[in-house]
């Protein structure tokens, strides 16, 4: 089970408009990175990042 400090990444997406978007949060890096890609496989124009979370 993965500690609360490494629950401390979230995937964002930028918009066509310019509008940056947590989509979601809590993830432990790896399960961040592994959404972003999924999110980035369907070919949408929208770009997807993986970043940490600011308290």
Do not use: I
């Not at 979601?24 to 997807?48: F, I, M, V």
Request: net charge positive; proline share 0%; charged share 35%.
């Amino acid at each position: 089970m993965a500690q609360a400090s490494e629950r401390s990444w979230c995937v964002k997406r930028l918009d066509d408009n310019g509008n940056e978007f947590v989509l979601r949060a809590g993830l432990t890096r790896e399960e961040a990175e592994r959404l972003a890609a999924e999110y980035q496989a369907r070919g949408h124009k929208q770009s997807y990042w993986v970043s940490r979370m600011r308290d």
